[in-house]
């Protein structure tokens, strides 16, 4: 009993969230929901995009943001996940939900197995191995031996899945793009919350001791090539679902659309989202989509030097990342909150003797 009462007394008490925290929440949800039937297909097709590169950050920031792994090859589990999609879909006849279980769990198997090199490997070292990865994976897809199945220089196009049901809102109608939308949005949903529930544990404590101090992480008896290797296989798997997803929303799969910048792209939404940061993801992933077309604009001559302007202005004015910035403004916020002088009392009343 004495035990228990002092591992009690030791436990953080939950965080009870107010009236006003819920309703916010419902009105985000119902803004999402609403979102695609106030704009036009195009707009709808770069929020599934936004959608899918979130997923892909956030399976990076697992490994690299949290465990301290620095991974150029994510690319790879990207098109491995697109490319089982659409081998199930149009060589098997699966439906599109029922391959983002299989490309989660061959990537994570494929990235379990590549975090065992990894774990005698750290730094620019292990960059460059999972690089290696990257830069071998649409060559492989390529080959003749498997050109049947995956296409190979042609790729796959795929036929974009048709709405269960009719509804017109707004006077837009239900297409494949808005429908993919929601079930981008609900497979978003849940790879985020599996995330928040998996880092904020044990299992994040551990993996953060690991990146900080893996040496007395280690004497502490945490296992340090397991959780390692684990790290990257769910890491994997989350970039590989978001390559199933993406497949589906593209309705086309190409040896030439994974190629190494891609994972070079997916490290940077890490880097502009910020680094061990759940939310992060997704201004990653708006960074990601956005920014390229917004170069495109500016300089038809010369996008990727804008680009390159744009992430140097990031990066001095947020070294963070998004989050970064935004956790020092709310900081500042609750200390000048903290600080401020109370207001004064109402008068009383006189107390009779």
Request: aromatic letters at 12%; charged letters at 10%; one cysteine or more.
């Amino acid at each position: 009993m004495n035990d228990l009462a002092a591992r009690s007394a030791l436990t953080p008490p939950r965080r009870r969230h107010g009236l006003g925290w819920w309703l916010a929440i419902a009105a985000v949800a119902v803004a999402l929901v609403l979102l695609p039937f106030l704009v036009k297909n195009y707009r709808v097709f770069q929020f599934n995009l936004v959608l899918v590169y979130a997923i892909a950050v956030l399976g990076l920031n697992m490994l690299t943001g949290y465990n301290g792994q620095i991974s150029l090859g994510h690319g790879a589990f990207y098109a491995i996940g697109g490319y089982a999609a659409a081998v199930l879909m149009e060589r098997a006849g699966l439906p599109y939900g029922a391959t983002l279980p299989v490309a989660a769990l061959l990537c994570f198997v494929l990235g379990f197995l590549m975090g065992f090199p990894a774990l005698r490997l750290g730094g620019h070292y292990l960059a460059l191995a999972t690089l290696a990865l990257a830069l071998a994976v649409p060559q492989l897809l390529k080959h003749k031996a498997i050109e049947g199945w995956t296409g190979g220089v042609q790729g796959i196009v795929l036929t974009k899945p048709e709405p269960p049901f009719t509804l017109r809102l707004f006077g837009q109608s239900l297409n494949a793009d808005r429908w993919l939308y929601f079930v981008t949005l609900a497979v978003g949903a849940l790879m985020f919350l599996l995330a928040w529930n998996l880092l904020r544990g044990r299992v994040g404590r551990a993996l953060i001791a690991i990146r900080d101090h893996p040496i007395a992480a280690a004497a502490m008896g945490i296992n340090l090539p397991l959780y390692k290797s684990l790290t990257f296989g769910v890491s994997a798997a989350f970039t590989g679902v978001a390559g199933a997803l993406g497949a589906v929303v593209v309705a086309f799969v190409s040896p030439d659309s994974y190629g190494s910048f891609l994972s070079i792209t997916i490290l940077v939404g890490v880097v502009i989202g910020g680094l061990a940061s759940i939310p992060g993801a997704i201004f990653g992933a708006i960074f990601i989509q956005y920014v390229p077309n917004l170069a495109d604009e500016i300089s038809k001559s010369a996008p990727w030097a804008i680009y390159g302007i744009f992430l140097i202005v990031f990066m001095y004015l947020m070294p963070g990342g998004v989050m970064g910035i935004l956790r020092k403004a709310w900081a500042r916020w609750r200390v000048g909150a903290a600080a401020a002088p109370p207001s004064p009392a109402a008068p009383q009343g006189e107390h009779r003797p």
